[in-house]
């Protein structure tokens, strides 16, 4: 079965750092546009972090540039995102997702109705 599984959520302090991580399974990661996605309850969905899958470019929503960090291993078909200096505002269920074809990072970020993979989030709740 060809999916996407967000693991390495969970409840971290004003401050901390989590590192998410995104297992491919069933199909080649490779030519696949990346990226992290979330979603806050009452919020509509935020693309913050992508990868194109084109030239590995990058592309950071200003609300994590400078504290998150997305990165790929094609071989190990994972997708990570590193949070540092978290804030009680990143608080949301944070999903990833992948789209096959020539998109550019920021393009991949733009939220849409429709991805090749998908996967189930993982939640994230930074408070003291």
């Known amino acids: 079965q060809s999916r996407l599984v967000e693991s390495g959520g969970g409840l971290v302090q004003p401050g901390g750092s989590l590192r998410l991580s995104c297992a491919a399974s069933?199909?080649?990661?490779?030519?696949?546009?990346v990226g992290w996605f979330r979603q806050a309850p009452g919020k509509l969905r935020e693309g913050i972090s992508c990868?194109?899958?084109?030239?590995?470019?990058?592309y950071y929503a200003d609300s994590v540039k400078g504290r998150f960090t997305i990165s790929r291993d094609n071989v190990k078909k994972m997708i990570y995102l590193q949070m540092n200096s978290l804030k009680p505002e990143d608080t949301a269920v944070y999903y990833c997702?992948?789209?096959?074809?020539?998109?550019?990072?920021?393009?991949?970020?733009?939220?849409?109705?429709?991805?090749?993979?998908w996967g189930q989030g993982t939640q994230v709740t930074v408070s003291s």
């Open positions: 069933g199909f080649t990661l490779d030519r696949y546009n």
């Open positions: 997702g992948a789209i096959y074809g020539f998109l550019t990072a920021r393009t991949m970020c733009v939220p849409r109705g429709q991805y090749d993979y």
């Open positions: 990868i194109s899958g084109d030239d590995n470019s990058t």
